[in-house]
């Protein structure tokens, strides 16, 4: 049996073949030793890792600060400082520049889903594919159009001077805010007007972000790139390396010889040799639920003698049972962003170089 130095020496290696003779070897120990064994050797795994929380997704659909600015200078201008808002006054902006309601959307703080649901109530059915258009300053100004546009000064409206969406009165303060319980729509068009006039304190700005969190509608509306950010990395290793691979595995789990889809098979369904899980995870919760999930896949592609693999980053995987539960199920051979490329380096890996050729 290996000393924890000589082990803590194999996970340390830069032969990923070292890091499974280490990790097989810990999961043979009695618990206590194996307990102490993992204390040396998590660590050294848990430095690989970096948080992926300062990466934010973008895409084309967002606006850029440039085209916002314009969108809001047009809004302050046609409103005379936001001093002109009665429903006629902001039909009037909308109908002038459609691009505007991105502004107007904002000060309610709403998003597209939530704008749709307040023009329901008064009674103008709109997607929030159409609302998007609206604010990139695409298509014509129909009839449709100027229709949809004076539901929105409506609602606009509505909403702002808390007709629509009013808060209970029945609901506690201490457990309930409205959404217009911010600095610069506290008093509705008032604070509306001192904001835009340069009254709003920067304490007052980094509570609101404290309240509703930085780029929080920008995570949201692009989360599932974010969760693309490792497989885009395996997949371009891949790629240079000419190795076939499956990215769309779902054959597999139809034939019931996998419980779930695995992010990548390779080389290819027909004939898998290797099953890889890309996960990243910035919380604890999050990493454990990916890692139950590599080890009912990779459980399965022993018993099929292909070889398990896992990519993991984000602070979540230095929760303890997450980490552990998918080093024992990949024999060790779990990889970060920083190491990605040792990929190529397993064996069965490596002997698939030119098959995408």
Same mark, same amino acid.
């Given at each position: 049996?290996?000393?924890?130095?000589? /082990?803590?020496?194999?996970?340390?290696?830069?032969?990923?073949?070292?890091?499974?003779?280490?990790?097989?070897? &810990?999961?043979t120990?009695?618990?206590?030793?194996?307990?102490?064994a993992?204390? &040396?050797?998590?660590?050294?795994?848990?430095?690989?890792?970096?948080?992926?929380?300062?990466?934010?997704?973008w895409?084309? %659909?967002?606006?850029?600060?440039?085209?916002? +600015?314009?969108a809001?200078?047009?809004?302050?201008?046609?409103?005379? @400082? $936001?001093?002109?808002?009665?429903?006629?006054?902001?039909?009037?902006?909308?109908?002038?520049?459609? +691009?505007?309601?991105?502004?107007?959307?904002?000060?309610? @703080?709403?998003?597209?889903?939530?704008?749709?649901? !307040?023009?329901?109530?008064?009674?103008?059915?709109?997607?929030?594919?159409?609302?998007?258009?609206?604010?990139?300053?695409?298509?014509?100004?129909?009839e449709?159009?100027?229709? /949809? /546009?004076?539901?929105?000064?409506?609602?606009?409206?509505?909403?702002?001077?808390?007709?629509?969406?009013?808060?209970?009165e029945?609901?506690?303060?201490?457990?309930?805010? #409205?959404?217009?319980?911010?600095?610069?729509?506290?008093?509705?068009?008032?604070s509306?007007? +001192?904001?835009?006039?340069?009254?709003?304190?920067?304490?007052?700005? /980094?509570?609101?972000?404290?309240?509703? @969190?930085?780029?929080?509608?920008?995570?949201?509306?692009?989360?599932?790139?974010?969760?693309?950010?490792?497989?885009d =990395?395996?997949?371009?290793?891949?790629?240079?390396?000419?190795?076939?691979?499956?990215?769309?595995?779902?054959?597999?789990?139809a034939?019931?010889?996998?419980p #779930?889809?695995?992010d990548?098979?390779?080389?290819?369904?027909?004939?898998p040799?290797?099953?890889?899980?890309?996960?990243?995870?910035d919380?604890?919760?999050?990493?454990?639920?990916?890692?139950a999930?590599? =080890?009912? &896949? !990779?459980?399965?592609?022993?018993?099929?003698?292909?070889?398990?693999?896992?990519?993991?980053?984000?602070?979540?995987?230095k929760?303890?049972?997450?980490?552990?539960?998918?080093?024992e199920a990949?024999?060790?051979?779990? $990889? %970060?962003?920083?190491?990605?490329?040792?990929?190529?380096?397993?064996?069965?890996?490596?002997?698939?170089?030119?098959? =995408?050729?």
């Amino acid at each position: 049996m290996s000393t924890p130095d000589e /082990l803590l020496a194999l996970a340390s290696s830069g032969n990923v073949l070292d890091w499974k003779t280490a990790i097989d070897e &810990v999961f043979t120990l009695p618990p206590e030793e194996r307990e102490a064994a993992l204390r &040396v050797i998590r660590p050294v795994y848990e430095s690989r890792l970096t948080p992926q929380f300062h990466a934010v997704p973008w895409g084309a %659909s967002l606006h850029e600060r440039a085209a916002f +600015r314009e969108a809001y200078e047009s809004a302050n201008k046609l409103t005379d @400082g $936001f001093t002109k808002t009665s429903e006629a006054d902001l039909l009037a902006a909308l109908e002038a520049d459609p +691009r505007t309601l991105i502004v107007f959307r904002l000060i309610l @703080g709403y998003t597209t889903a939530e704008l749709s649901s !307040a023009l329901e109530l008064v009674e103008v059915s709109v997607s929030k594919t159409q609302i998007e258009a609206i604010e990139k300053g695409r298509g014509e100004m129909t009839e449709a159009r100027r229709a /949809l /546009l004076a539901g929105v000064a409506q609602a606009v409206t509505g909403v702002i001077e808390r007709d629509l969406f009013a808060l209970d009165e029945t609901l506690p303060e201490e457990d309930f805010r #409205s959404r217009l319980d911010k600095v610069d729509t506290e008093e509705g068009w008032v604070s509306v007007q +001192r904001a835009a006039s340069g009254g709003i304190d920067y304490g007052d700005l /980094l509570y609101e972000r404290y309240v509703d @969190g930085p780029w929080l509608a920008v995570r949201s509306a692009y989360s599932e790139k974010k969760g693309r950010l490792i497989e885009d =990395a395996v997949a371009k290793i891949l790629t240079e390396a000419e190795i076939a691979f499956d990215q769309n595995p779902e054959e597999l789990v139809a034939k019931g010889l996998l419980p #779930s889809k695995p992010d990548f098979v390779l080389p290819n369904v027909e004939e898998p040799q290797v099953t890889l899980e890309a996960k990243g995870a910035d919380d604890g919760g999050t990493a454990r639920d990916k890692a139950a999930r590599i =080890a009912a &896949v !990779a459980a399965r592609a022993d018993e099929h003698g292909w070889t398990p693999l896992a990519v993991i980053d984000g602070n979540g995987w230095k929760r303890r049972d997450a980490l552990v539960q998918t080093l024992e199920a990949t024999h060790g051979l779990t $990889f %970060s962003l920083e190491n990605v490329k040792l990929i190529l380096d397993v064996p069965r890996v490596a002997g698939l170089r030119g098959t =995408a050729a």
